[in-house]
């Protein structure tokens, strides 16, 4: 049986659709059949090579998605044809854990990894099916998801955004009842960690520079009670006062999460959140801005604030927040201000490219549904 995917085999042209020879799975493995995968507004980029991602070309690009299984190795004993199953990406080498790619996105940029996309996870799932390790594949209850709690198979595509602010938030220890500045509030990411940390029961401080867009996500929270936004003004001294007012803790937030992308270099929204922390706060390094930023040393110091990265999520992450979107916890869609899905067949994969590029902010969602 044949099957289509996209195949990238240049930075320097479009990827091409191919039709290629279905596998068997071998020990350890499934073949999906991918229903839905978001795209990455930053997609483009990785594709004609701007943002520096290591690949190993040729290889069919893609990102987690929802999908069932069509057939599995023969070791398997939990997983079985026709499940509805989130496919995560972060592929893990099974002898050293610390070392992953993603598979489709980006290769590592070190020996080790290269290795994986060089070898057996270099094909993604902008694809009809896909090749999966057994543990990357995470079972969705789908009479809980889909008639009880109302979603579309398209919405579930969320989860992979939201999945990635989770594992920071749940990195660092986020309770019910803490306080969290998250900015930039607004992007794609950001807006994920506004509906998680709400989701888990925390207060939200959501900053950025667009005042249109922070008012919309106070419209999507108004209920709650638990949302307070801040315009940043670029002034330092002036932004760390206002969030640190935003809180409602003359000490300070709890936490912040930072998600800047790479134009973000210069910005002054690190060191403005980390000075508005109380004592023996913590901080979670998630974005992808490049360059060196300037910390207060000695704030971080005297308050004993912790400063953590966090690449990604982890397999008991992932769990987690499948468990808070399935009891109700966590919404999708609309409740979380996704008000508009737009799908994507494989025969107008770059058309879903341009517009995930052109929708930047948290609000629309763009699909490729093989």
């Known amino acids: 049986?044949?099957?289509?995917?996209?195949?990238?085999?240049?930075?320097?042209?479009?990827?091409?659709?191919?039709?290629?020879?279905?596998?068997?799975?071998?020990?350890?493995?499934?073949?999906?059949?991918?229903?839905?995968?978001?795209?990455?507004?930053?997609?483009?980029?990785?594709?004609?090579?701007?943002?520096?991602?290591?690949?190993?070309?040729?290889?069919?690009?893609?990102?987690?998605?929802?999908?069932?299984?069509?057939?599995?190795?023969?070791?398997?004993?939990?997983?079985?044809?026709?499940?509805?199953?989130?496919?995560?990406?972060?592929?893990?080498?099974?002898?050293?854990?610390?070392?992953?790619?993603?598979?489709?996105?980006?290769?590592?940029?070190?020996?080790?990894?290269?290795?994986?996309?060089?070898?057996?996870?270099?094909?993604?799932?902008?694809?009809?099916?896909?090749?999966?390790?057994?543990?990357?594949?995470?079972?969705?209850?789908?009479?809980?998801?889909?008639?009880?709690?109302?979603?579309?198979?398209?919405?579930?595509?969320?989860?992979?955004?939201?999945?990635?602010?989770?594992?920071?938030?749940?990195?660092?220890?986020?309770?019910?009842?803490?306080?969290?500045?998250?900015?930039?509030?607004?992007?794609?990411?950001?807006?994920?960690?506004?509906?998680?940390?709400?989701?888990m029961g925390a207060t939200v401080v959501a900053a950025g520079r667009n005042k249109a867009a922070l008012d919309n996500l106070a419209a999507v929270y108004a209920l709650t009670g638990r949302l307070k936004t801040v315009v940043l003004s670029g002034n330092s001294a002036e932004d760390t006062d206002a969030l640190r007012r935003a809180s409602l803790n003359p000490e300070g937030a709890d936490a912040f999460i930072d998600l800047s992308p790479p134009e973000a270099a210069n910005a002054t929204h690190i060191t403005s959140a980390m000075c508005a922390l109380r004592p023996f706060g913590k901080c979670v390094l998630m974005g992808g801005a490049k360059g060196t930023f300037e910390f207060p040393y000695l704030t971080i110091m005297f308050k004993n604030l912790r400063i953590q990265g966090r690449f990604m999520y982890e397999r008991d992450h992932i769990l987690k927040l499948i468990k808070l979107i399935e009891r109700g916890s966590l919404g999708l869609g609309k409740a979380i201000g996704i008000k508009n899905l737009q799908k994507f067949d494989l025969d107008h994969a770059m058309d879903a490219v341009k517009a995930a590029a052109a929708s930047k902010g948290w609000g629309s969602q763009v699909l490729l549904t093989p």
């Not at 199953?85 to 099974?94: Q, S, W």
């Not at 938030?169 to 940390?197: F, H, K, Q, R």
């Open 1 to 199: 049986m044949e099957y289509r995917a996209l195949v990238l085999t240049s930075h320097d042209r479009p990827p091409i659709l191919e039709r290629r020879a279905k596998p068997t799975p071998k020990s350890g493995e499934a073949i999906v059949r991918i229903l839905t995968v978001a795209v990455v507004p930053y997609m483009g980029e990785i594709l004609d090579g701007s943002r520096g991602y290591p690949l190993s070309l040729p290889l069919t690009p893609g990102g987690s998605a929802i999908g069932r299984i069509e057939e599995v190795g023969p070791d398997a004993v939990h997983l079985a044809k026709g499940q509805l199953v989130f496919c995560d990406v972060t592929i893990r080498a099974r002898d050293n854990p610390s070392v992953s790619i993603l598979f489709g996105i980006h290769g590592g940029g070190y020996p080790e990894a290269q290795k994986l996309m060089d070898g057996e996870w270099r094909d993604g799932t902008y694809s009809e099916f896909a090749k999966f390790p057994l543990e990357n594949l995470y079972p969705l209850n789908e009479n809980v998801l889909l008639n009880q709690r109302g979603f579309t198979v398209p919405e579930l595509a969320a989860l992979a955004v939201c999945l990635v602010p989770f594992g920071g938030l749940s990195e660092i220890g986020l309770s019910p009842g803490d306080s969290v500045i998250v900015a930039p509030a607004t992007g794609y990411y950001g807006g994920a960690a506004v509906s998680v940390a709400i989701a």
